[in-house]
């Protein structure tokens, strides 16, 4: 479960930067800089605006949030947002259903490129590629709607039930936990359709997608 007091979500407006609690205003702004700083390629150019699930910002503190995610190449749109976020909501968890709210899972709408890396506590969706020298690192799931060229490790906190899902899965190193396997040596035969990859007896299991 996601801790942090700060969350720099995608939505279908764009990128939210979410604060649970903003009269602890100091430790808002450490949150942030940590996921800053952990996917700074990956947000450098982009826009986003803020949502507060609890209390207000003063101009000032506007402008502290401002001049700190400009430093890692970011713009604040202060415009309101016009979607719904809610808090994450736990549903019962079943062999169908897994503890999900989408206030943390991030949705990427694009081909993420080779010597970018991202890292983000929830699930990570990408609608686009993952090419070759890229990095894609999460506490949850991974999918991606593309094909899965470069690395991606699924479950970093020792979630073994944590899955990654690709139309074509060809990472050069795949990660579910503490479980690792990399790239075979020879080419295999293309899979008949998407693939999603999981652990299996301690070894990550591959196999063709059949909802």
């Known amino acids: 479960m996601n801790t942090e007091l700060c969350a720099i979500k995608g939505t279908r407006e764009g990128l939210v930067i979410t604060i649970t609690n903003a009269a602890q205003f100091s430790e808002v702004l450490q949150s942030l800089e940590r996921q800053l700083l952990a996917s700074q390629s990956f947000f450098r150019g982009s826009s986003a605006k803020l949502f507060l699930h609890e209390g207000t910002l003063s101009d000032s503190q506007m402008d502290d949030i401002e001049r700190l995610i400009a430093d890692y190449g970011m713009r604040l749109n202060r415009e309101p947002l016009t979607v719904q976020m809610q808090r994450p909501q736990v549903e019962q968890v079943t062999e169908d259903t897994r503890e999900v709210g989408e206030d943390n899972t991030l949705l990427v709408r694009r081909t993420i490129r080779s010597g970018q890396r991202l890292h983000y506590d929830g699930n990570v969706v990408v609608m686009g590629d993952v090419n070759p020298g890229a990095e894609i690192v999460c506490t949850g799931d991974i999918l991606v709607l593309g094909s899965l060229r470069g690395v991606a490790h699924a479950g970093v906190e020792g979630k073994v039930d944590a899955t990654v899902f690709a139309f074509r899965l060809e990472p050069t190193q795949l990660r579910i936990a503490h479980v690792i396997s ?30």
């Open 182 to 211: 990399r790239a075979p040596d020879e080419k295999l035969p293309q899979p008949s359709g998407p693939e999603i990859a999981r652990v299996v007896e301690n070894s990550i299991q591959l196999s063709v997608y059949n909802h």
